[in-house]
């Protein structure tokens, strides 16, 4: 299927249509400013709709601007077609596995699936799913939509289309993209990201993946499981980097058995492409061949061509530089989202426009510190890695943390599902029960995570968690388990023999 030619993003299905009529209208007529905004939003992301619609809310003039589809990666390349596309793997991977693990019916692994069908349901979904970022249901907010590049102009004013919105305040919100490594003969032989792999009607036999960070584990093992032949090239010593190194084994291990041949610690030298095969030679001169090149290998901030010098806004290579309050050395103006955030997340630009609205408009009145929020993220392989507060990394040395881990083969429901490869490890402040963080490694761990979140949000220690009553059997009485695990550490043997003298008078 041929893809849209202004957004290559886009197919031209009638699904794809219906998300361009609703996030970019081929129609749409940009209204006329109405003389100067409270608020200029730049960007039509998670960070720059929430933003728009929290100060228009509260009465503002805003105005926001978006170069090419609202809702941005998440709802079109990231999160809502990533979580679909996963979710077809996994049916077809469980299907696969009924057989041999429950004693289903034998399914062949060949011919299981159609891949067209898994995308024309993706595509479907994300449609029907973006009117809630439409340009339609933002006016209707009262929200004045520019399409169109915006930059800046001077200190308090953008262009938009030639058609200048002046400020008191602004939100830069413009994201990140894909980035690709300075790799010789990669982008003339032609490569997918996660902006284009969403677009392909076609399932590679044969499949490159470069990265092992988040995305590329998880669409590595999704293509897997879809019936491709993956490799997945990881210049570090280890999958996940950034994560728990247990976790990271783990998520290696279950990539290994869905297929994905893992080649850590390879570095590439370059790539050719001979008519539609890609050829990738690594440094040690061996050469590997596939159908398809995917490029998970980092994300590069957009600030290009926004003017931000004439705005007097500092940026760098990790993007818009910004105080804990999100402000730019702009006074007038902030950023927030993945352009200025090492937290690149989707709930992380929710929570941060939720506190750079208050910033910007009310002085920091019911606002607050980009480092006050307890964040806490997923890398949505099977199984997930979760992770909330303090990490492994962090932890690593200081005498003052002490760590709590229960393995899965100990928690029931896992073993009942077959799904007992995982742990979950809570960092404590030694000699308490207050939780500075933790890293859960199991099936819908990001869905239960948000426990340990609320607890650190609240300051319930992990006391307060073995004393919260888990419907049994599920995995997410782990956190009991923890406690009680805890708590049992905790009884010296001082206090040991005190409660057997205890018994013994009682007797």
């Given amino acids: 299927m041929e893809t849209d030619t202004h957004f290559p993003m886009l197919t031209n299905s009638d699904a794809d249509r219906k998300l361009r009529s609703l996030v970019h209208p081929p129609e749409w007529v940009n209204p006329t400013p109405s ?154 032989s032609g490569y997918l990201t996660n902006e284009t792999v969403f677009a392909i009607d076609t399932l590679p036999s044969r499949l490159i993946v470069i990265g092992g960070g988040p995305i590329g584990c998880e669409l590595a093992q999704a293509f897997a499981r879809l019936g491709s032949d993956v490799t997945l090239l990881q210049a570090g010593p280890r999958l996940l980097e950034n994560d728990d190194p247990d976790a990271a084994a783990i998520v290696e291990r279950a990539l290994v058995h869905d297929g994905v041949h893992v080649r850590t610690s390879s570095r590439i030298k370059s790539v050719e492409r001979r008519r539609e095969i890609r050829r990738v030679q690594l440094d040690d001169g061996e050469w590997l061949e596939a159908d398809a090149l995917l490029v998970a290998a980092g994300r590069a901030p957009n600030v290009d061509g926004m003017g931000l010098e004439s705005a007097g806004v500092q940026f760098g290579p990790k993007g818009v530089v910004v105080s804990d309050r999100m402000r730019t050395s702009n ?27 208050p910033n910007a408009l009310f002085f920091g009145l019911g606002g607050g510190k980009s480092s006050s929020l307890i964040m806490s993220w997923c890398t949505y392989t099977s199984p997930e890695v979760a992770h909330v507060g303090m990490s492994a990394a962090d932890a690593a040395g200081r005498d003052d943390v002490e760590s709590v881990t229960v393995t899965l083969d100990h928690i029931d429901r896992a073993r009942l599902e077959g799904e ?14 207050r939780i500075l963080g933790a890293t859960l490694v199991a099936e819908r761990a990001g869905d239960m995570i948000g426990e340990v979140a609320a607890a650190i949000t609240n300051k319930v220690g992990l006391s307060g ?12 009485s782990i956190f009991a388990r923890a406690s009680d695990q805890h708590r049992r550490a905790k009884l010296t043997p001082t206090a040991k023999r005190a409660f057997s003298r205890y018994f013994k008078i009682f007797n």
Wanted: charged letters at 20%.
């Fill in 420 to 433: 007992e490869d995982g742990f979950l490890r809570v960092y404590l402040r030694r000699g308490s029960d």
């Fill in 35 to 188: 003389g100067r905004y409270h608020l200029v939003v730049i960007g039509a992301g998670t960070a720059g709709l929430v933003s728009a619609a929290i100060a228009a809310g509260l009465g503002a003039r805003v105005a926001l601007v978006e170069r090419t589809l609202m809702g941005g990666d998440c709802l079109n390349v990231g999160c809502v077609p990533s979580k679909a596309l996963i979710r077809a793997a996994r049916s077809w991977h469980e299907a696969r596995r009924s057989s041999a693990v429950f004693g289903g019916p034998a399914i062949a692994r060949d011919g299981i699936g159609d891949f067209t069908v898994a995308m024309e349901r993706l595509r479907r979904l994300r449609a029907s799913i973006a009117e809630v970022d439409s340009a339609q249901r933002y006016r209707d907010l009262g929200v004045d939509v520019f399409l169109g590049d915006a930059h800046f102009t001077n200190h308090s004013a953008v262009e938009v289309n030639g058609v200048a919105l002046e400020f008191r305040r602004a939100i830069i919100a413009t994201g990140a993209r894909a980035a690709a490594p300075p790799i010789p003969g990669l982008a003339e």
């Fill in 465 to 476: 968690l073995g004393r919260t009553i888990h419907p049994y059997p599920t995995v997410a």
């Fill in 331 to 357: 006074p007038n103006v902030y950023a927030i989202g993945d352009v200025a955030s090492r937290f690149q997340f989707t709930h992380a630009a929710d929570a941060q426009a939720r506190l750079v609205v």
